[in-house]
T-cell receptor, first 115, second 110 residues
Framework: NAGVTQTPKFQVLKTGQSMTLQCAQD?????MSWYRQDPGMGLRLIHY???????DQGEVPNGYNVSRSTTEDFPLRLLSAAPSQTSVYFC??????????????FGPGTRLLVL | RKEVEQDPGPFNVPEGATVAFNCTYS??????FFWYRQDCRKEPKLLMS???SGNEDGRFTAQLNRASQYISLLIRDSKLSDSATYLC???????????FGGGTRLMVKP
């Protein structure tokens, strides 16, 4: 199993550009989520999904959209990039959901710089 | 006030030392507690889940004090390979969301 994969590894955007961060898992996990990590802030939840067709907002959802058309994929879209969105983005998955107190499996991260 | 607070460190300790980290959380409805380890420029990985009042796994001991709302991680006989950032993570029963502390950086020196 590849686990959780993320693409791209690095990305530089100009303010106002849009892009999609890809996340895929091959463990048949129902729960997937996106976090951003900024220095000294820890990981903050952006959006999450408890299954295909179901998404919900996390702590910092503004400026981001998600969809979950399949169990495997959970892309994160930046609608109009801003310098405040410069961060490291992690995707994570787990079998049932964070509410079940399970291990979260993280992808390797995407480092995004918005100029 | 952050929901999950940790001393950012760094904690600089010699090999073989015992080191302890604390973490406090603000929501008394918290149900699940974890310590994750994150190496520099890598993704977080689960170190320990904390059950009941605490548990032990080799050199690592995690304890939970619900009355005082804090979690601790004790590392005995520190190794160079223990150098990393340790993240305290709390799950609230109300939803499917994990809340992360800012992490405590540990540096083990020869």
């Amino acid at each position: 199993n590849a686990g959780v994969t993320q693409t791209p590894k690095f990305q530089v955007l100009k303010t106002g550009q849009s892009m999609t961060l890809q996340c895929a898992q091959d463990m048949n996990h129902e729960y997937m989520s996106w976090y951003r990590q900024d220095p000294g802030m820890g990981l903050r939840l952006i959006h999450y999904s408890v299954g295909a067709g179901i998404t919900d907002q996390g702590e910092v959802p503004n400026g981001y959209n998600v969809s979950r058309s399949t169990t495997e994929d959970f892309p994160l879209r930046l609608l109009s990039a801003a310098p405040s969105q410069t961060s490291v983005y992690f995707c994570a998955s787990s079998p049932l959901g964070g509410g079940q107190g399970e291990t979260q499996y993280f992808g390797p991260g995407t480092r995004l710089l918005v100029l | 006030r952050k929901e999950v607070e940790q001393d950012p460190g760094p904690f600089n300790v010699p090999e073989g030392a015992t080191v302890a980290f604390n973490c406090t959380y603000s929501n008394s409805a918290s149900q699940s507690f974890f310590w994750y380890r994150q190496d520099c420029r890598k993704e977080p990985k689960l170190l320990m889940s904390i059950y009941s009042s605490g548990n032990e796994d080799g050199r690592f001991t995690a304890q939970l004090n619900r009355a005082s709302q804090y979690i601790s991680l004790l590392i005995r006989d520190s190794k160079l390979s223990d150098s990393a950032t340790y993240l305290c993570v709390v799950n609230y029963n109300a939803g499917n969301m994990l809340t992360f502390g800012g992490g405590t950086r540990l540096m083990v020196k020869p």
